[in-house]
């Protein structure tokens, strides 16, 4: 259905915008990017704005303002996911015509009362996908994506839940859901290396099931650790993280690239932006970056 063939690395980092850029994300920005360049790749930038309920005015601005002033200049077009409607519903009405989704009228609560997890009750029941969510059908992909190898992670195994989800493609709301719009763009931007934060773990194995599905290759992983304020607790937009400094930038990338396993020697920190980027392109290596799913922040007062 969809197939690009690529030898030239090509990343991207696809930041929603809910909110500012924080520590966390900045981390994924800088580490997608860095994977790209010192491989003489592309870095595309994607706005996932999918879902109006989240975002907030503004931001996708401001994210790309960030960006800029941290030195991390994307390579084409910026992305804008809300305005490719018309290739989601192409693939769905093509997994649609091939039996590969179906309807499904189950609601979270519902859910819940039957064990906590789908486990697949409107398969066959052909309701219409008028007012209900479009369910992708597992049953269809030969070989179940049970576990994949992460570059940084090592291998990572799935549980049954994870396995055997007929995930949400569209929601009843009639929104697309993230698993289906990312593969999609991923596929059609060409990525060949998905690098982002060790929150995505748990994604990966359906969006694996997907490409399975639209018979493309599946890119390589990278996930990040995540940046945490105690065990378990990720900075996030949702949490009010403190939006970095696009003032004064350099303080905030060399925490980065120290979080990240590269700290800048005092004669670089002291330049700008570009500078410790081209430093870091050049010393780049996946290897140095801790293999933790997360790393608390020191308190500061």
């Given at each position: ?8 690395y090509i ?19 800088v ?10 790749g ?13 975002e ?77 969510a ?71 194995g ?17 996930h ?8 378990g ?13 696009k ?17 800048v ?6 330049t700008?932006?570009?500078e410790?980027?081209?430093w ?12 933790q ?9």
């Amino acid at each position: 259905m969809l197939l690009k063939e690529n030898k030239q690395y090509i990343g991207r980092f696809a930041p929603s915008p809910s909110g500012p850029l924080h520590f966390g994300s900045l981390v994924a920005a800088v580490g997608s990017y860095l994977q790209a360049k010192s491989q003489h790749g592309i870095w595309q930038v994607r706005i996932e704005d999918i879902d109006p309920p989240r975002e907030i005015a503004g931001a996708s601005e401001d994210i790309l303002q960030t960006l800029q002033a941290y030195g991390l200049l994307w390579d084409g077009d910026v992305i804008y996911q809300h305005q490719r409607s018309q290739d989601y519903e192409a693939i769905l009405d093509v997994l649609t015509k091939q039996n590969l989704c179906y309807a499904c009228s189950c609601t979270r609560k519902m859910i819940k009362q039957q064990g906590g997890f789908y486990q697949g009750q409107c398969r066959d029941k052909q309701h219409s996908p008028v007012a209900n969510a479009l369910r992708i059908n597992l049953t269809s992909i030969r070989y179940k994506t049970t576990h994949f190898k992460d570059k940084l992670q090592g291998l990572i195994e799935l549980d049954a839940t994870q396995v055997d989800d007929d995930f949400i493609i569209k929601r009843k709301d009639g929104l697309y859901a993230y698993n289906l719009a990312v593969v999609i763009d991923d596929i059609e931007q060409g990525v060949t290396e998905v690098v982002r934060g060790a929150d995505l773990i748990s994604t990966t194995g359906k969006q694996i099931s997907l490409y399975q599905l639209l018979g493309a290759k599946v890119p390589s992983y990278v996930h990040l650790p995540l940046a945490v304020t105690a065990p378990g607790f990720k900075l996030s937009k949702q949490n009010h993280a403190t939006a970095v400094d696009k003032k004064n930038p350099v303080p905030t990338l060399l925490k980065v690239l120290a979080f990240l396993g590269h700290p800048v020697p005092k004669n670089i920190a002291q330049t700008n932006c570009a500078e410790i980027l081209l430093w870091a392109q050049q010393h780049w290596c996946l290897n140095n970056v801790p293999k933790q799913l997360e790393i608390q922040l020191p308190v500061t007062h």
